[in-house]
């Protein structure tokens, strides 16, 4: 993939808060998983990361983080993203 400029939206920095997971997480699954057209003209690309640590009182082994995205012209702004725990 090309590099492009990405954007995050307000609603996607506050659910990657509360969801346990980073801009630079994000950035990965964007630049080096493959993209998923879904509705909408929207993105969708995941990848599964070593977490081994606890998440809410509860020991996971991998964290997976899906990203929703749009393009405009040469930028990609991420609309939310859901992190899965495993």
């Given at each position: ?8 939206s307000d ?20 630049r ?23 998440w ?10 899906n ?20």
């Amino acid at each position: 993939m090309e590099w492009r400029p990405i954007l995050f939206s307000d609603h996607a920095r506050d659910r990657m808060g509360k969801r346990g997971t980073t801009e630079a997480e994000v950035e990965m699954v964007i630049r080096d998983s493959p993209w998923k057209q879904t509705k909408l003209d929207r993105f969708e690309a995941q990848a599964a990361f070593p977490f081994q640590a606890i998440w809410n009182n509860k020991f996971y082994a991998t964290k997976i983080v899906n990203s929703i995205f749009i393009t405009e012209g040469e930028t990609i702004v991420v609309i939310t993203v859901y992190v899965f725990y495993s």
